[in-house]
């Protein structure tokens, strides 16, 4: 039997290596894939080189190609208004991962204990992230709200002294953006943070309970080390989530009492294309861009290097 | 075989000749919403009366920030509309870069130059040849209020100094009212604010701030008074005004609960779809301290250049007709503006327009004639948001000192231009 089956592998394994057929076998991917990599390289690698030169340009209303260095940055960091963007940027993305993150791992391991109608519940959770973040910014708009949402009904409770104008006071409106932004992605990463739960091994938690630990020691110790993957997944997901907030800011607060609630994106379509200066709305994108670089790339090496030998 | 060639060259010849004299326009505007969108169909059924077609470039988004955008963007991709939505010093912008055409030729023929005010029609020439057409003249210090609000309040008659207006406004307050509905918009904040400086430091002053943007004028006391002036108008509104758009708070003053608004007079609409008759029903008055000043904001349709001779007519076809005695009535009483051609009989508008002919009038004499900084008719759109910037800020922040606002002001506008 092995006789007679011996030659037909053997001479595959031939024809894998020299045949036509075998060369178009390993060829064809790499061929149907580089149309769409042509096109991701030259949209967007190619913009973002495009976006970078137009900063080192004096461009007003449209492009124009009169090099001057990097004036346009010089000009980016004197601007009041993007400190306070910048500055925005790292108080609302800090709190909204970190947040997002605590609130998914706390509903995810809840769920986790087998209770009844988990499913009903997850999929209750996971519902704000189906609205666009244009209606999330106009529901949150109407319930924060002084004299139409939550301030005026405990008021009609009776507590009159209650104030929750966070909307409309600049220095606490950033936060308001914070609670419309969790309330949208926590189920999401509620739901990362469930597969990631479920696809650890029930022997992990029988061999603890014979050692005698107890449950939130269990969790704490050796279930949360085993989601490194999921919080690295769910990092990237929201990072570039809380970077894109453009329809967020301008549904909620429209960049709030004065400009307290801009982010860099609102910022660099303000004046690029409301008020034709081109050449800065180019130089705060690519800041926006070394900004997100300079926290993904050590981040994403510290753990794309730990999985090669993990 | 041959009844075949004739129909096809037949029908070839028809096509030609049909061109020659016909032509499709596209025209990017943002007149979207109710009367406005009435008037530009009108605009396109005359057009369409004289044989060319109107293809229409309906932007939503009333300020036109998203028209212009989008005018950009074709344009940079070489197909810009044959006609666009442009106004005030954005036409000049467009015109130095090369993009619009000449249309002299029906200027000359119609005589632009014996009904339009020199003022306003420099606003419509590059190198001194027309290449836009204006279509309506908007005043935007206007105060509108509800007569009975201010009856039930015990305040007779409309405030004509800021000292009247406070006094006014305390008592409108015991009376349970809102003094004045605003929207705390930015543009809204910088309407309001333009509106104080103009009565406080009247039209040379303004001209100097908010037109030639001279330091001195930004940094001094007029500047600071009208400031502390604005600030102080924060205590007579509600403290829901963040982000209320102004046709939400000119309904306030329709329904009652605020009484007045200090608002262009494209709020006219809002209260004639209301029903409500202008000096009965609701009153319009200059605001405080403006009465001899006129702050215009100007709609043109500026014509881009064209190749096509079919299009250029249709283009001239269009200038005139925006012109023409008709359409500026019909058009001007559907908006609420009166007609940028001054020789229209304004016999059956309403008694607001009629006040703003004559304000019209009387600050075209004087020095009161001016553009408008909050509505893109005065500087460039840089300087405009920087301006609004440090207005809104300044609006919002109960710290920041009218000094340091004016200061802050002066290197902003520094910093954009």
Redesign the interface.
Known sequence: MSQTDSPLPRSRAKAGRHSLSGSLERVLPRLVVAPSLAVALFFVYGYMLWTFILSLTDS????QYDFIGFAQYT?LF????WNVAATNLVVFGGLFIILCLFLGLVLAILLDQRIRQEGALRTIYLYPMALSLIVTGVVW?WIL????GIQSLVRSWGFEDFTF?W??N?DMAIYALVIAAVWQASGFVMALFLAGLRSIDDSLFKAAALDGASLPKVYWRIVIPCLRPVVFSAVMILAHIAIKSFDLVMAL???G????TDLPATFMY??T?????IGLGSASAIMMLCGVLAILVPYLYSELRGNKHG | MKTIHALAAGALLATVAGQAQAAEIEVLHWWTSGGEAKAASMLKQKLEAKGHTWKDFAVAGGGG?SA??VL?SR??SGNPPAVAQIKGPLIQ?WGE?GFLGNIDKIAEEENWNSFLTPQLAAYNKVDGHYAAVPVNIHRINWLWANPEVLEKAGVDGLPATWDEFFADAKKIREAGFIPLAHG???WQDATVFEVVMMGIGGGDFYRKAFVELDPEALTSETMVKSLKTFKKLRGTM??????RDWNIATSMVINGKAAMQIMGDWAKGEFTAAGLTAGEDYLCEAAPMTEHMFSYNVDSFAMFKIDDEGKQQAQMDLASLILSKDFQSTFNKAKGSIPVRLDVPLDDFDACAKASRKAFDVASEGNGLVPSLAHGMAV???V??AVF?VI??????PEMTAETAAK?LAS?VR??S
């Open positions: 007003g209303m449209l492009p000009r004197a601007n009041e208004r708009r709200n002084p004299g139409l104008d909307l409309v600049p607060t429209g960049g009492p004065g400009y307290a303000t004046y294309f409301t008020r034709g200066e | 920030d212009m955008t950009k344009a940079i912008e870069m705390g918009q930015p509600d403290e829901n005004i963040a982000g460039s759109a840089s405009q948001g910037d809104t800020n300044f609006f919002n922040d802050r902003a910093a954009a």
